[in-house]
């Protein structure tokens, strides 16, 4: 059950099915908490039913990858932590914000050069580490996010 939720449903381990390698497997965890946000959009969902997914999927995290983050590593098919940090970063948007979020989200998570992203993985133990790094890369883009709507 723990691999199951870990992989967000599966959704990780497709990368080494279809090319040998778990790149791009953060990627489709956050592909998931995307459509799920474009579906609150649609049903228009309070903001605070994306937050309380975000919450529940950061324990999801916390919890399912804890038996595989060995020695403070993140493997790569464990994407309910993707999961959880974008759905974070969508919270209360809509429209060009909301993809303006996402983007920034993804590229805080990837490239690890912001402040704090980079030192949340390397820094927290476990599962700490491999949730909080995305934590923080979804701040960043809630942040974004929000002084964009402020902008408009």
Do not use: H, N, Q
């Amino acid at each position: 059950m723990r691999r199951l939720i870990a992989s967000t449903m599966g959704l990780g381990f497709i990368p080494r099915r279809l090319w040998g390698s778990d790149l791009g497997a953060g990627t489709l965890g956050a592909a998931f908490s995307a459509g799920v946000g474009l579906l609150f959009i649609a049903v228009g969902a309070p903001w605070f039913v994306t937050l309380g997914l975000a919450s529940a999927l950061t324990l999801l995290s916390l919890w399912a990858a804890a038996p595989f983050a060995v020695d403070g590593k993140d493997p790569g098919w464990v994407c309910i932590d993707e999961a959880a940090g974008t759905m974070l970063a969508l919270v209360g948007l809509g429209g060009v914000p909301w993809i303006v979020a996402l983007a920034v989200a993804r590229a805080a998570d990837i490239f690890k050069v912001l402040p704090g992203v980079k030192a949340a993985e390397d820094r927290l133990p476990g599962a700490i580490g491999v949730t909080a790094d995305d934590l923080v890369a979804g701040l960043y883009g809630l942040v974004a996010g929000w002084a964009l709507t402020a902008v408009l």
